[in-house]
């Protein structure tokens, strides 16, 4: 009887394809939402739609630490006095 002998795949090349494979499956799912929402909403809902959404997300991007860094701002001025 013949012993089968298993490949060994390296960890960093499974991690790389499965990172390389959702990146794909994220892209498909995205064109397949926009032309799902084009077709419900309409072309100046969905403008309107993408509008905000692009708004949310660069406010909350620009958002990115100001509340921290504020808290501490407060807190030093508190222990000064």
């Known amino acids: 009887m013949r012993k089968l002998r298993l490949v060994r795949i390296p ?13 794909i499956i994220i892209a498909g799912v995205q064109l397949v939402s ?3 929402l ?6 100046e809902s969905y403008a309107v739609f993408t509008l905000l959404t692009g708004l949310l997300v660069w406010f909350s991007i620009a958002d990115i630490g100001i509340g921290s860094s504020l808290q501490n701002y407060i807190s030093e001025l508190k222990a000064d006095r």
């Open 11 to 23: 960890r960093h090349l499974i991690i790389a394809a499965s990172s390389w494979l959702s990146k």
């Open 34 to 36: 926009v032309k799902f």
């Open 38 to 43: 084009l077709e419900i909403l309409g072309e």
